[in-house]
Structure formats: C-alpha cells, structure tokens
C-alpha cells in the first residue's frame, strides 16, 4: 500500500507529541508498505525510520494558518513527485500542506483527532480557519481515528458524523523503565511531579493551591514542574503562597532524563479539566509512578484502578489525594501493582496493528 502523510503538523511542532505520534506509526508499518511523507518548511524533523519512507521537503512561502501557497504551487510540485494518487493519504493535522481544500487529493482520507478542547474547553467558534478545516476534514475523511474512547464519543456528539467511520485507538509510551540515578531534588525531600504545558485547562494554578496546602499542613514535599519556563504570573504565584523554594522548573529534557524523574517522584499530579488521551499518564504507569489525576474526560478511560481520581475544582480533594499518596506506603504501592497491570494494555504494536486495519479498510 502506498501511504502519503501530508506532515503539515511537523512543520508547526517537529518535536512535538503528535510528530511523535505519526513517527511511530510509519516506523511499524508492514514492510512491504510504502509510506511517503511531505514536509513543509522543516529542518528540524527527526524522521521514521521505515525502510522505504520516502520524505519529500517542501519549500513554500512562510505564512499563518490557513494561508499556505496558492493550491497551482501545490500540485505543480506534488504532480513533480507523483505524489497526487496514493492508495490512502493520512493528514498530520486538519489543513493540507500548500492547500485549503482537502477535496483536492483524489485518494480516501484517513484523519486523527487527538482531542476536542477547541470545541469543549476553549469555545471556539464555528467560523475560525482551524474550526472550518476541522469540520472538512472529518466530513471528508473515510476514516477518523481517535485517541480514547471518551475523544470518540465527544466526537460523535459534536459533530454527528457516521459513527460508523470513527475508531479509537489509544496512544502508547515511549519512555521505557530502566535503572536510574537522577535526581531533580538532591535527595532533600520526596516530590511530586508535574509533566507538560500549562494552558488554561490543563489547571496548573488549582495544583500550586493544593501543594501549598499541604506544605503548610507539614507535609514535606517538593513539586518538580517538566516543561515551559514559568511566567510572570506564574512565579508571582508561587511567591504568593510561599512555596517558591520547593517548586523546581527542570524545563523540557530528553526521555530519559523524564524517565528518571518518572521513576523518583512519589506521584504525578494531573489536574487537567479536559485531555484527549494524557500520555504523561502512561509515562508515569510505565515507570511505576502512582498517579493523581482529575476525574474527567478521557484520564480515567488511561489509567483503569492505577491511580487516585479527584474533582478538578476541588482543592481539598487533591490535597486528600495527595496525602495519602504520600503518607501510606502501602496504598502507593497497591496502585503501582495496578499500575503495571494497566500499561500492558496500550503499546505502540497495538496503536500501528489497528491503525493498518483502518487503513486497509479505507484503502479497499
């Protein structure tokens, strides 16, 4: 089967977890497959490593989304490639490379919606260039995949489409657990850990409330953040509530490293209001790290019996939560045990098997 991955989303994030995402997919595609991946714009990309990948960069004329080179640059250069009739493309993101209209590709679509914050979280409107290329793009698509279940119904709610087209299909982890000797806090206290951007929903500030709580009941506990570098507002906070000396910002780091980290902490805290998969809660799962998360949308679908579930808008919920993660050993190990029970449901064998069948479906 001859696959083209229109990669507009390596050019927007080429590190990033979606990236991450198609490159395990292409790197466990069948042998005997041919996979051929289009960038725009991007230098920095590590790419699959498939065997017959074929990646063709694409150098187009800067521009904000939705305002991509006219469609005539488009297919002179994908007509350059023989590029224009694959048996199956699979977009990275919902607007086509050099294109506005997905219509333009004369192959079935397959398309992967990882979540539905825009819709559910953020209201955006119905007329925004994302909004309008997303709505094109599922109604267009032979096959939609979504990354949890939860997604999957949200999905079918939101937009009605034929739920016939629409399969979850859950993420998996690439940290792996292996011995390590790294430690964020120089062995002064124990800590908890906290891994990713901190947008609006993902309620980072409801998290530093519970933590200085706790502090001030006694609990002798340090916070140690994975991502961005903190705001003005943020730091403001911090001093705020007076706990700026036990809150660490390690910043981004590799793999191993967070896996390290993972596998030092007493809990991950993860207090998002919405989240389409949460792949840090796999991450922990796999590092055996208990879990301490909010009780909504796809988080308990990912971590089953592996963790303590809290109201996100509740502060005293999360501060139970987290003192008796961290005051009963025997409770925290109880959830490891489910934890590793757990993670054997998700791998990225079982991501690119059902995926293959998605394809062959669309493809045939």
């Known amino acids: 089967m001859r696959i083209l991955y229109d990669g507009w989303i390596y050019g927007k994030q080429p590190l990033g977890g979606v990236s991450r995402y198609f490159n395990n997919i292409i790197s466990r595609l069948p042998s ?22 074929q990646h063709f960069k694409f150098k187009g004329r800067p521009g904000p989304i939705g305002k991509w080179p006219e469609l005539g640059d488009r297919l002179t250069w994908f007509q350059k490639k023989n590029l ?35 819709e ?14 997303k709505r094109e793009a599922i109604d267009q698509a032979k096959a939609v995949i979504c990354i949890s279940e939860n997604t999957r119904r949200d999905l079918l709610r939101v937009y009605q489409c034929d739920e016939n087209k629409v399969y979850a299909i859950p993420l998996a ?21 906290y891994v990713g951007t901190r947008w609006p929903y993902k309620n980072f500030p409801r998290a530093l409330e519970a933590f200085a709580a706790v502090r001030r009941g006694g609990l002798k506990i340090d916070l140690v953040v994975v991502g961005p570098a903190f705001s003005g507002d943020e730091l403001e906070s911090l001093s705020r509530l007076g706990i700026k000396s036990y809150v660490r910002n390690v910043g981004y780091v590799s793999d191993e490293v967070l896996g390290g980290l993972y596998q ?15 792949l840090p809660l796999l991450e922990a799962m796999t590092c055996e790290t208990v879990i301490i998360a909010a009780k909504t949308s796809s988080i308990p679908e ?3 019996k592996a963790g303590v579930l809290f109201d996100p808008y509740s502060v005293d919920e999360l501060c139970h939560a987290i003192a008796k993660v961290v005051d009963d050993i025997a409770f925290r190990n109880n959830l490891i045990a489910e934890g590793r029970n757990q993670i054997k449901k998700f ?3 079982r991501t690119v098997q059902e995926t293959v069948e998605v394809y062959a479906n669309a493809g045939g």
């Open 302 to 304: 990912v971590i089953g």
């Open 264 to 278: 030092g902490a007493v809990a991950l805290i993860y207090p998002s209001i919405y989240e389409g998969f949460g």
């Open 120 to 133: 559910l979280v953020l209201n955006a409107g119905k007329d925004t260039d994302i909004m309008r290329a």
């Open 32 to 53: 005997d497959w041919f996979p051929f991946l289009v960038t725009k714009n991007c230098q920095t990309i590590q790419p699959p490593s498939h065997s017959r990948l």
């Open 347 to 349: 791998s990225w064998d």
């Open 173 to 193: 982890s690439s940290i792996e657990l292996r011995p390590s000797s790294y430690s964020a806090t120089n062995n002064v206290d124990p800590y908890l850990i």
């Open 84 to 118: 224009l009739a694959p048996d199956l493309v699979h977009l990275t993101y919902y607007i086509p490379i050099g294109s506005k209209r997905i219509s333009t590709y004369r192959a079935p679509i397959v398309v992967t919606v990882f979540d539905l914050i825009h």
